[in-house]
Every structure is written in C-alpha cells, then in structure tokens.
C-alpha cells in the first residue's frame, strides 16, 4: 500500500499544476508563484469596476461574485485549452474523448493548488456548466448527443467527481449542493485516480531540465470597445494569461514557440489553432460568462437569500 502511495504521489508531482506556476517540480526547480497574487489582483480588479458606468448600481459584494464567477470559468478555459494545444504539440497519447481529458486536466490543476481561492475558482467553473444547462434548456436548445464535448450537466458532476475523489471531507458541502449521489462520491476516487496517474505519466518525458532553455511563449491582449472592454479590462488587470505562459515556459518542453492571446473574435469561442499557433481566448466568451452569471446565477443566489428572511 505505501509504495502505491509513492507511485501515485510522485504521478502527481507531474500534473498539469505545474504550468500554473504554484507548485514544486522534481527537475525544472520552478519560481514560486503564490495564488494568493491571483487573488489580489482579483479583488482589486473588483474595487476597479465600481467606475465603470455599467456596474456602478451593482454592491461590492455582487461584482465580487460576478468577477469570481467570470475568473473561475475563463481560467478553466484558458487550461483546457492548454490540454489541447500540450495533445496537439507533444503528441500526447489520449484514450477516449479529447474534451474529457482537457476537462480533467483543468479541474486537476485547479484541485491540486490547494488552496481555498482556487477551489473556489474551479467551482464557478463546475456551476457555470449547470448554469450553461439550464439556460439551454430555457431557451429551447436542442440536446446534441453527437457533439465532441459531453453534455454540460455530465462536465458539471464530473468536475464536482474529481474534486470529491481528490478529497471528499474538503468538497463534501459541494457534493451536497449538487446533490451528487452518494455512491458516485465512491466511485469518484477511482475516476481522480485514474486521471491524475494517466497525466503523470504523459507528462513525464516533456519536463524541461534545468539545463534546458525555455521556449518562448508569448503574451498577447488585443483590443475591445464596447461592451468587450469590460472583459478585456479585466483580464488584463488579474493577469490571466501571464502565470500560465510563464510556467508552460519554465516546466515544459515544447517542440515550438506559440502564444496565448485574448482577442476580439466576433463570436464566444476558445481554441487552439496548431496552423497559427495561438491559443485564444475570445473577449466574448468571457461576456457570455458574466451575462451567464447576471441571468442564472446572481438571481438564483438573490431567491435563497428572500427565502432565508
């Protein structure tokens, strides 16, 4: 049994977390980035839309959740997408769907920073899927079972099944918001295993030695007017590109330089695009997020508090 335990322990020093910047590797010997930095420029960016006309009526504590809620699901973007572009540049083997494995590779960096932000951040990013269910739903959106991507409720409870099998006394009042059924809470501990043990292993034979220089990635915030500079002003202001270029740079040896990006796209889109070599993020998308949150999430959480009084 504690060999197991060395085995999976030392699978998990390989995880995706590395590329956040915000925890130890064996080989790379990796700069110390806190989260708490994310944090603080989170909130400071929350104090900052108290001047934007849009926001002004809107409490401290609403833009507080808003930029949480926002934050939380474009970071769990931003990762997934860095799944696809680590399959796609490091010829990683994948068994089964590739949006599973992206998915699984987000919520297990976000679970194994550990700290008390971060979880908050990667549930944001489990209810947006729930959020993302219902307004469906209401808007009469046909359910497409042929689709790459699972359905929002599964990539909800699947989220919610990694953070429970990583730790089911930390996320136990998670499962039970979400109703997760207690027998899937179980099994959950063999679904975290196997994902964080499949990542260990792909990600092993591409850690960058101290030796080895870095590969550049660059950074990039395009423009946005209108209802966009919101979203773009935010990003730029918590710096959610920067920590995760820097890491992929310092942890990871990529075969060719490429950048992270945050455009104006004209549609709510993320991808990675092997031909330019660009990961983006799309300004829209993060809107979507925030109009996601006005219209599903702050009443929802303004009905419990009516029910409370």
Not at 125 to 141: E, L, Q, S, T
Request: glycine share 6%.
């Amino acid at each position: 049994m504690k060999s197991w335990f060395l085995k999976l322990r030392h699978a998990l020093l390989l995880l995706p977390l590395v590329f956040i910047g915000l925890a130890g590797a064996p080989r790379a010997q990796p700069r110390p980035i806190e989260f708490d930095q994310f944090r603080s420029r989170v909130n400071d960016a929350v104090r900052a839309l108290g001047n934007q006309p849009r926001l002004k009526g809107m409490s401290l504590k609403r833009r507080q959740e808003l930029v949480d809620f926002v934050s939380g699901n474009m970071l769990f973007v931003l990762l997934h997408e860095l799944a696809h572009t680590a399959m796609s540049e490091l010829d990683l083997p994948v068994l089964g769907r590739k949006e599973d494995a992206a998915d699984s590779f987000a919520a297990l960096t976000l679970i194994h920073i550990k700290s008390g932000y971060s979880d908050r951040e990667l549930t944001e990013a489990a209810k947006g899927w729930f959020m993302a269910d219902r307004r469906d739903r209401k808007d009469g959106d046909p359910i497409a079972y042929y689709d790459e991507h699972g359905l929002n409720q599964q990539r909800a409870f699947q989220i919610v099944c990694y953070m429970v099998g990583a730790d089911p006394i930390r996320f136990k009042d998670l499962a039970a918001e979400t109703k997760l059924p207690k027998d899937r809470q179980q099994s959950c501990a063999e679904d975290y295993r196997d994902a964080a043990k499949s990542w260990g292993v792909v990600l092993q034979p591409h850690l960058r030695a101290p030796d080895q220089p870095e590969t550049k990635i660059d950074v990039v915030y395009g423009e946005a007017s209108g209802r966009l500079e919101i979203s773009a002003q935010v990003a730029r202001a918590i710096k959610l590109l920067e920590p995760v270029a820097a890491r992929s740079a310092e942890l990871v040896i990529w075969p060719t330089p490429f950048s992270l990006e945050m455009q104006t796209c004209g549609f709510v889109n993320a991808r990675w695009v092997p031909a330019t070599r660009k990961l983006t993020l799309c300004y829209e998308l993060a809107a979507d997020f925030a109009d996601l949150y006005r219209e599903y999430g702050a009443v929802r959480a303004e009905s419990r508090l009516r029910k409370s009084k």
